[in-house]
C-alpha cells in the first residue's frame, strides 16, 4: 500500500508540474482556476490552509513602525523596516536597541536573544524591496492620502499572495482595501502604543477581507504573545471609539474651565484609578493624532458628540503636538513637564 501511495504522489507531482508548465502563459486568474482542484503541495500554507508568514515589512519607522519591528523580530519574523527618511530608520534602529537592553537589563529577554532579533530587521529607503514580504504593515501617519498613496506604490512590487494591513486606528479598512488589487488579502492591523509593552492587537476585517487572510494575521498575532480583538470595521474600531471622546471630552473640561490641566489628570488618576490622566495621555499619543480619529469619528458618524474641542484644534494648529514636538497639554522642554494651561 506504501509503495502504491508513493507511486501516486509522484505522478500527481509530475501531472501538476506539467499543468503548471501549460498554464505560465495564461492570465493569474485562469491559472487559480485551472488549478483549484489539485491538493496542495506549496509549504507556504499549513495543514489548515493558513498562510504561513515568515518575512514581515514595515512600512514608518516612526513610533509604532519602530514598535512593531521590535516585537516582530523579538518573535523571529525577518523584518524589512521602510521609511522615506534615513534620519529616520537610523533612529528606528537606535530606539529599538535602547528598548531591547531594557528588557537585557529587566531579564524579559537574553542579551543573546536581543542580538539576533537585530539581527532580524533590515531598513530601506526603497518601498518595492518590501514588496517581497509575506504581509506588511503599514504604519504611516494617520492621514488616509497617505497611506492610500503609499499602497498604490506598493501594488507593483507585491507577491501574490502577500496579505496587506494598516496599523490605523481608525480610518475605513474596506476604503483602504478597495484601492488595492487584493481586498480579499487586506485588513486593519492594529497595535497599541507603546508596542512593546501593550498586550492588545484590535483585527478588522474589511467588507472582503477573507478568512485564511484574518487566520494568518491572528496567528502572527498569538506568536508574538499577544491578545487579539476582531472588530468591525467601523470609524475608530473599539479601543479609540472608546478612548478618544474620552480625551476629546477632558479637552472640553478644560476649555470650559472646569479644571486646569493637573486637577483634570489627577482626578481622572485618582478618582478613576487610571494610570495617566487623558491630558497626559493625549500628549503621549500625539494631539494630531487625537485629532485625526475625532475627525473620523465625527464624519463617519455623522454625529454631534464626536465633534474635535476646538481646543484641541488650536494646540494642533499651534504645532503643540505633545511629547513628540516637547509641548501640548504639558511642556516638556525643561525635561519636567508643566501644564500649559
Known amino acids: 500500500m506504501t509503495a502504491r501511495i508513493r507511486a501516486w504522489h509522484t505522478e500527481l507531482c509530475t501531472a501538476k508540474a506539467a499543468l503548471s508548465g501549460c498554464l505560465l502563459g495564461l492570465p493569474r486568474e485562469l491559472r487559480l482556476q485551472s488549478t483549484a482542484g489539485l491538493p496542495m503541495l506549496s509549504s507556504e500554507k499549513s495543514k489548515d490552509n493558513v498562510m504561513e508568514i515568515r518575512s514581515i515589512g514595515i512600512i514608518g519607522a516612526g513610533q509604532m513602525g519602530n514598535g512593531i519591528a521590535h516585537v516582530t523580530a523579538l518573535a523571529g519574523y525577518r523584518v524589512m523596516m521602510m521609511d522615506i527618511s534615513q534620519d529616520s530608520l537610523t533612529e528606528a534602529l537606535s530606539l529599538i536597541e535602547r528598548n531591547l537592553d531594557r528588557q537585557?537589563?529587566?531579564?524579559?529577554?537574553?542579551?543573546?536573544?536581543?542580538?539576533?532579533?537585530?539581527?532580524?530587521?533590515?531598513?530601506?529607503?526603497?518601498?518595492?524591496?518590501?514588496g517581497q514580504s509575506d504581509l506588511i504593515i503599514e504604519a504611516a501617519t494617520e492621514d488616509e492620502s497617505i497611506k492610500q498613496t503609499i499602497f498604490d506604490q506598493l501594488l507593483p512590487h507585491l507577491q501574490d499572495h502577500t496579505i496587506l494591513t494598516s496599523?490605523?486606528?481608525?480610518?475605513s479598512i474596506t476604503r483602504l482595501a478597495s484601492r488595492t488589487d487584493r481586498p480579499e488579502k487586506f485588513m486593519g492591523f492594529h497595535f497599541m502604543n507603546p508596542v512593546p509593552v501593550m498586550k492588545l492587537v484590535e483585527l478588522i476585517r474589511g467588507i472582503a477581507t477573507d478568512e485564511p487572510t484574518y487566520a494568518a494575521c491572528k496567528t502572527v498575532v498569538e506568536r508574538l504573545g499577544k491578545t487579539a480583538a476582531s472588530a468591525e470595521d467601523f470609524p475608530a474600531f473599539i479601543v479609540n471609539r472608546l478612548l478618544m471622546p474620552m480625551i476629546n471630552e477632558a479637552v472640553y473640561t478644560l476649555y470650559e474651565g472646569v479644571g486646569n490641566v493637573v486637577s483634570i489628570d489627577s482626578s481622572m488618576k485618582l478618582g478613576a484609578n487610571h494610570p495617566m490622566g487623558p491630558l497626559e495621555l493625549a500628549d503621549f499619543i500625539g494631539l494630531d493624532t487625537c485629532l485625526a480619529i475625532m475627525n473620523v469619528l465625527h464624519d463617519g458618524l455623522a454625529d454631534t458628540k464626536y465633534r474635535p474641542c476646538p481646543l484641541l484644534t488650536k494646540y494642533v494648529e499651534?504645532?503643540?503636538?505633545?511629547?513628540?514636538?516637547?509641548?501640548?497639554?504639558?511642556?516638556?522642554?525643561?525635561?519636567?513637564?508643566?501644564?500649559?494651561?
Not at 496599523?167 to 480610518?171: E, F, K, P, V
Request: charged share 20%; no cysteine; glycine share 8%.
Open 318 to 341: 499651534a504645532g503643540w503636538l505633545g511629547r513628540k514636538s516637547q509641548r501640548g497639554f504639558y511642556d516638556y522642554r525643561s525635561g519636567t513637564p508643566v501644564p500649559t494651561r
Open 104 to 130: 537585557v537589563s529587566s531579564t524579559k529577554i537574553t542579551a543573546a536573544e536581543k542580538a539576533t532579533a537585530l539581527a532580524q530587521i533590515d531598513t530601506t529607503l526603497d518601498i518595492s524591496k518590501v
Open 167 to 171: 496599523n490605523t486606528s481608525s480610518i
